[in-house]
Structure formats: C-alpha cells, structure tokens
C-alpha cells in the first residue's frame, strides 16, 4: 500500500507487415502504457499515422459537433451496440443532414428572434413619448431628435446655442425621456447644439420598414400599435422556435445512443490508426516500447504470441525498483549511446523476422520515462486517494501516503468533532454521495465523509454526546456502565477545565507521532537512493532534534517553567491515568544532547536548512489546533442548546442542560437541590421553557444553529485535519509529479466488441 505497483518496461520489435495485429492486440489487452518514441536512434524516423486516420478523425469531430448541437449525454445512451461500417456511413450522413437543417433553421429563427426583441426594446421611449412615428422624421427644414436626458439641462443649451433658431420639447411622463423639434440656422445641426448636454439620443425607426397594415388610414404610425405588431411577431417566432427545438429533441431520442457508440467506435479507431506515432520505424520494421503492471508481464507475452507468434520479438527491459539498487542501474545499463540498428542498416537486426534490434551488444530504450503511477491501495482506502492526488500523484519512487491519511485523516476530525449525532449526519450525507453520484470524485469524497462521519459517532460515544447534548453519558455511561461520567470529556465547564488542557498536551503528541512518521519515511526514502550518510543527514537529524527536544520539554528539567498539565495529565492522578509525570532530569539532559547532535548533524549536511531548526517546535505546536478546533465546536453546540433548553450550573461547577425542565432557586436562597444536584446558578432559563412564541424562536435557533455547527464542522475541522496532512506532515517526504497511468486501449461503454 506504501509503494505503488510494481511495473516493468518491455519493447516489442517486430516487423511492419504484423504492425496492425500488434496494434490491435495491445489495444485489446489495454495494458501498456506507450514510451513516445523522441527521434533519438539512428536510422528510425517516427511512425507514419494509417491511412484512415484523417477520415476516423474527421467524421469523430462531425459526430461530437452533432452531439453538441444536441446536448447529448452519457444518460442517453440506451443499451450496447455493435456499429457497423455501413451504419457509421448511412446512419451518420442521414442524422448529420437531418440536425443540420434544423440547426440552421434554429439559428434562422433565434436571429429573428433576437432582431424583434431588439426592436421592441428600442421602441420603449418611443412608446413613452406617445408621438406617432410619422411625425418624427420627413422634414426638409426640420431636424427631430429622440433620447434620455434631463429636460432643465437639454432647454439651456439649446436656448444658449446660436445654432438654433426655433425648438419645442416634448416630454415623456416619467420626464426622462425628450422628443426635441428644432430649426437651424444654415450649415448648423441640433447635435451641434447638444454637445456637451446630459442627453443621449436613440435612432429613431425608418418608417419604410414598418409593414402597411401597422399604418392607420392616414398613414399614421402608432409605436403602441407597432408594438403589439413586434409583440406578435415574437409570439410566432417563439412559436416556431418551440417546433424545431422539440423536433432536435426528437431526432435527440432516436440518434443519442447510436452518435454515443459510433464516437466511441470512432475513438478507438483513431487510438489504433494513429498509434505508429509513438513507434520508431524503418521501411520494414518497427519497436514500440512502454510500461506495463509487472505481474502481468505474462499475460501480455501470451496474448501477442497467440495473435503474431513468432514474427515479433517481446522483451522484458527493465523491472522498475524503488531504491537506488534498482531502475537507475538498470537505466544505465539500457541506455547506451547506440540505438536498435535499422533494418536496412543490417547490424544483428533482424527486423522481418520479429528479432530485437541490437546495437554496439546492448539494448536500448527509446527514452528513459519515469514509470507511470498505478497506486495499490484496498478498495476502503481508494477513496483517500482523492485527497493525496489534490497536492499530486505520489512519484514512482515515493512513498504512497495514502494508507496513512486514511488511517489518521479520519480520527483528527472525528476526534475534533466528537459527537454522535453529527456523525450520523456525516455518514448519511457520505453514504449519499457514494451511492447516489457515478463520478469517481463523488463516490471518493462520499467514501471520506462515511469515515470521518464513523470516527465521529466513535468519538461521540465516548465523549457521551449526542448533538452537544450529555444524554449518552447520563443515560449510557453512568446509567449502564455506572461510571461517574463518560469516559472522556471535552473540558468545557469549570469542573471539567483539567480535560480542555489535557487535550492541548494529547495535540502535542499527537504532532510528534505524525511527525516522526513523516520524517522516518523521508529517511528510508533517502537511505534507498542516495544512501545512510544523505538519510542521516537530511533525515535523520530531523529524527534526532525533533525527539530530543521533547522528550526535554517533558522533563523535569524545566518543570516550574513548562505548563503545569505537561506532568499532571498522564499523572496517577491526572484525568488520564496512566501514571507519567514527567522524564527525570538526566533523561531530559540526555534529550537536548540528541537534539544537539542532531542540529550539529543538519548544519554539516543541509546547512541552509539549519536556520529553520526551530521547525521541530513550532511544526509539534501546530496540532494544538486539534484542540482549539475540538473546544470551539463543542462551545458552539453548547450555546446553541444553551439558548434552547437553558443551563444551570451545580456546585462542583458542572454544568447541565434543562431538557426535562429547570430549577428555581427561591429567593433569599444560595442553593436549591434538582436532579440530585446542588444548584448554585441558572445561567440561562431556555426558550423552550418560555412561551409559545419563545418555543417558535427556540426551534428555530436549535435547527439552524446545529445545521451551523456541523457545515463549519467541515470548513473549520475538516480544512484543518487537511492542513496538518499537507502542510506538516506531507513537507517531510513528500513532492508528488507521478506520471498516472494510462494504458493504450478503450473501456467500452457505448459498444460491444465487433
């Protein structure tokens, strides 16, 4: 689970007149992982593409435009089938002619569409101005103009502008909009008047173009009439438009699962035709090189010999390995200056035979590529994989940290959550995701919500919460176990405050863990390619300081300046009992030794790291956000059901929820004994406990609060537990930039094998 499959690169030389079975075979198989050939032999030029390739390219765009026009998705597919050259001939030209005319008629008559709302939206301040459109154009000594402006503004410039002889206005009621009338002097325009004046025209409408049964008698033109005439027509080319879409929506229903299976056919048809592409070539010959799963090197041999026999030669090039014993070596040893001798060269090449070309004695490879990336992770951690791959895919040669998010991702929220309730919530929200959403990204996120959601109800029994509420522990723990609380406690109350600070000191170790686990597998990674003294040095003296400084921090060599609940929450008589209170002072000494030694260790290896020591500090402080988080949500669970049931406080500083009602403390009375409790205070009586309307308001505060609680549940413990598995914890042994794998071939949906 921490390393990924393991996979072998393998060349297949054989000679050009088997080239397609070979295709056609690997393509079936979908297993190698194809090494583009980069023009670096002598000799080989790169593949020439088969000569149905531009046409299989061709009629693939045709189809997925047609799909496009017709929005087709993989929920119209219907069942499989098998497309027949005739059917991709006849049926194709008969949908494409057939949705073409449509398309163009559609497009006809959106254009139609969209001039007519233009015009109706261009006829609104003719409308408002009420003066027919006859009147406003056809003089000889007359220039009209019509716009938006300010009548006040408009008035003065042309009352000031010498270019005017005569005007009148006409205003609109909503008084914005002015029809001006004006005679100019000769050689002068009305623009000319108006310039630098808050006004702005619109074109007014060439009458030619208004059709005669608009016309009144007179020849007037009403633009309310004309309106209602644009309004029609709209109708009618709605209308029209409403046909042809339900007719696309039709040849929709009839030609979706053939264009979805002829795509796919068509896919994999031009995979094939232009997969020379990737090989090296001569006149007679060819290699193809890639990677495939090492255990199923077998399987891929028998599948080409069965299909070429012995007209290509299979060879095993290289086991790809995860330490410096291994691919690097090999890599040498393959990649020789030479290069797989050309058919009509003649050097030990026996290229129509199916021999492997040979050259200077040694093999070659096309290109030294870093093995593509399958991770090898049980199907319960699958889902996690989402979560790595965001930062990227783990390299070949790295650690796939993937068993370890899910083992830790989980349990950071869920500890910070805590509660029953929401737990449920978290996994039924995550079962839906799951089972609900076909997309890889959905199910892997609904995967990762079902686990932090399990960890949450875990750690919800334990706290004995139940929506922030203690019925689990009253009811469980102390009810049928008969402990005097559950076995943890959040630590928000005065009695329970001990807890709140235990929590800080369990962040810091958990911090530590987290961190020695980043660092250890830095150092195995190191020790395997470059070395002990490089894993020493990056690593190791990480190890060293990061350990020792704490294991001094826990001693008794700065108690009295450490904060107390270091020593006593692990105490005999800590709130977790296991008995340690501290490293004695030699072990403390001992410990800032090895953190010396390792300091001494990182500036003699990685000196420019050296000023970022104190990283094994302030990264351990970090994860004190688990409890920051941890108390911050059960704070706000407790005020939203403080606001509804009411709190009242007991005499040890325990605080309880009314939910069976609340006590009264007579007055003149300290005290007052409810529920066998001593009641000091009632710190808020409750909604719920009020009248109808503070019920009404209650509800609604209990709904909306805890549906608060558990959307920032995930902003706030789910992007925190996220950021100490990228931030702290990945920074020690992890960069990413694997090559995925993809292999050479097609996962039919659409179609059946034909």
Do not use: C
Not at 263 to 274: A, F, G, M, P, Y
């Amino acid at each position: 689970m921490l390393r990924p499959e393991q996979m072998s690169k393998v060349s297949v030389t054989g000679s050009k007149k088997v080239m397609d079975d070979v295709v056609e075979t690997v393509h079936d198989l979908n297993l190698l992982h194809v090494t583009e050939y980069d023009g670096s032999w002598d000799g080989f030029k790169q593949g020439t593409p088969a000569a149905s390739a531009e046409s299989a390219s061709e009629k693939l765009v045709t189809i997925r435009s047609i799909e496009s026009i017709l929005d087709v998705d993989e929920e119209d597919a219907g069942p499989t089938r098998v497309v027949s050259d005739e059917a991709l001939e006849a049926d194709l030209a008969e949908v494409r002619g057939r949705v073409n005319e449509l398309d163009d008629r559609q497009s006809d008559i959106e254009s139609d569409l969209r001039e007519v709302e233009e015009r109706i939206e261009s006829m609104e301040p003719f409308v408002a101005l009420g003066i027919d459109l006859d009147l406003l154009s056809g003089y000889e000594s007359i220039e009209v103009s019509v716009g938006e402006g300010k009548r006040d503004a408009v008035e003065d410039a042309l009352v000031s502008s010498s270019a005017v002889e005569h005007y009148r206005i006409f205003a609109a009621d909503d008084g914005s909009t002015l029809g001006i009338f004006a005679r100019t002097y000769e050689g002068e325009t009305l623009s000319d008047a108006l310039v630098g004046t808050e006004f702005g025209p619109v074109q007014i409408p060439d009458i030619s173009d208004i059709p005669d049964d608009v016309r009144g008698t007179d020849g007037s033109v009403s633009p309310e009439t004309y309106v209602q005439e644009l309004q029609s027509r709209r109708k009618k080319y709605q209308s029209r438009l409403e046909t042809v879409e339900g007719e696309l929506e039709e040849v929709k229903l009839d030609a979706a699962g053939f264009l979805l299976a002829a795509e796919e056919r068509l896919s994999i048809e031009v995979q094939k035709t232009e997969a020379p592409l990737t090989f090296a070539t001569t006149d007679n010959a060819f290699v193809a090189e890639g990677w495939i799963p090492t255990t199923r090197y077998g399987d891929f041999v028998a599948e080409l010999t069965d299909a070429v026999g012995d007209h290509v030669e299979i060879q095993r090039l290289e086991d790809a390995q995860f330490n410096r014993h291994g691919g690097e070596e090999l890599r040498e040893q393959y990649s020789g200056g030479g290069a797989p001798a050309a058919a009509d060269g003649g050097q030990q090449a026996q290229t129509d035979g199916g021999k492997e070309a040979k050259a200077d004695g040694g093999s070659v490879v096309m290109k030294n590529d870093d093995p593509p990336v399958v991770q090898d992770n049980p199907g319960v951690v699958k889902p996690f994989e989402v979560l790595v791959n965001a930062v990227g895919r783990p390299k070949y040669t790295e650690f796939d940290p993937t068993v370890l998010v899910f083992l830790t991702f989980p349990a950071f929220f869920g500890f910070m959550i805590g509660d029953l309730g929401y737990g449920v919530v978290y996994t039924l929200i995550g079962y839906f995701l799951y089972s609900k959403f076909e997309s890889p990204a959905f199910r892997s996120m609904g995967g990762i919500t079902i686990a932090a959601g399990l960890f949450t109800m875990l750690f919800g029994i334990l706290y004995g919460e139940l929506f922030g509420l203690h019925t689990i522990a009253s009811v469980f723990w102390e009810g049928v176990v008969g402990l005097e609380h559950a076995p943890i406690e959040k630590g928000l109350s005065p009695a329970t405050a001990e807890w709140a600070l235990a929590w800080l000191f369990v962040s810091v170790l958990i911090g530590i863990v987290h961190l020695n686990m980043g660092w250890i597998l830095d150092f195995i990674e190191t020790l395997e390619f470059h070395g002990f003294k490089h894993a020493l040095y990056e690593s190791g003296s990480w190890l060293l300081m990061v350990n020792g400084l704490w294991i001094w921090i826990f001693s008794d060599v700065v108690r009295g300046t450490a904060p107390e609940f270091i020593y006593t929450t692990f105490s005999s008589e800590g709130v977790i009992a296991l008995g340690f209170s501290g490293f004695p002072a030699v072990v403390g000494w001992a410990g800032l030794a090895v953190f010396a030694v390792g300091l001494v260790l990182l500036i003699i290896g990685e000196p420019i790291e050296a000023v970022e020591f104190l990283n094994v500090l302030v990264n351990v402080l970090s994860y004190t956000r688990i409890a920051a988080v941890l108390l911050a949500k059960a704070g706000m669970a407790f005020t939203v059901n403080l606001l509804f049931f009411g709190v009242y406080v007991d005499s040890k500083g325990g605080w309880h929820f009314g939910v069976d009602g609340m006590p009264t403390i007579p007055a003149g009375a300290d005290t007052v004994m409810y529920h066998g409790y001593e009641v000091t205070e009632v710190m808020f009586g409750g909604l719920v406990h009020g009248g109808l309307a503070f019920v009404l308001v209650g509800f609604l505060v209990l709904v909306i609060g805890h549906a608060l609680v558990l959307a920032l549940g995930v902003t706030s413990a789910g992007l925190q537990a996220v950021r100490l598995e990228y931030v702290e914890f990945f920074n020690k042994f992890f960069d990413g930039g694997g090559t995925p794998y993809e292999p050479f071939g097609y996962e039919r949906k659409y179609t059946s094998d034909d």
